[in-house]
């Protein structure tokens, strides 16, 4: 079987931007604005891909151990979610932070092109998580591999960004 990559197709004559409506709401969680706080004096904040792809789950759970085990002191794992749709304390952390790291499940860099949209001048450094390791490229659902080798490889993305983090 041929190997399947995705090398991505430019859409000639596209336009550049696309224009995405989200609905404003009032609401806001107590608990991510007091997070955003205590957070808020770290040097780097992390965002990262939260596809539902394979590629997208190593990356969140490589996102997830650098900030949370392997440099907790450096760094803020960011909500992607709540900082792209609304201005609040998770947007801020991104906005403020002396340094921004978007961990990418791949190529098509939806976290860093989704913060770009609403912080402006944002220049993260991108890593592109699939590249840090191993596997069968013709993969592409969370269920194609196990939950052991998924952890496995999001340990090595990992320890490759965290070392990164150290030099």
Not at 115 to 141: Q, W
Request: net charge neutral.
């Amino acid at each position: 079987m041929a190997e399947k990559k995705c090398s991505g197709i430019n859409r000639q004559g596209a336009s550049e931007y696309e224009t995405v409506k989200i609905a404003k709401t009032d609401n806001v969680c107590p608990m991510c604005e007091d997070y955003a706080k205590k957070q808020a004096s770290k040097p780097i904040a992390v965002i990262c891909c939260e596809g539902a792809c394979l590629r997208g789950e190593v990356a969140r759970q490589a996102a997830n151990l650098i900030c949370n085990w392997l440099a907790p002191e450096k760094t803020v794992r960011i909500c992607l979610g709540g900082a792209f749709t609304k201005d609040t304390g998770q947007r801020s952390l991104v906005k403020n932070a002396g340094k921004v790291i978007a961990i990418e499940g791949c190529f098509i860099q939806c976290a860093s092109r989704m913060m770009k949209g609403v912080v402006d001048n944002l220049n993260p450094e991108i890593i592109i998580a699939d590249r840090l390791y191993d596997f069968d490229t013709n993969l592409f659902g969370v269920d194609e591999m196990s939950e052991d080798q998924i952890k496995i490889h999001a340990k090595e993305a990992a320890r490759k960004i965290g070392e990164k983090l150290y030099e």
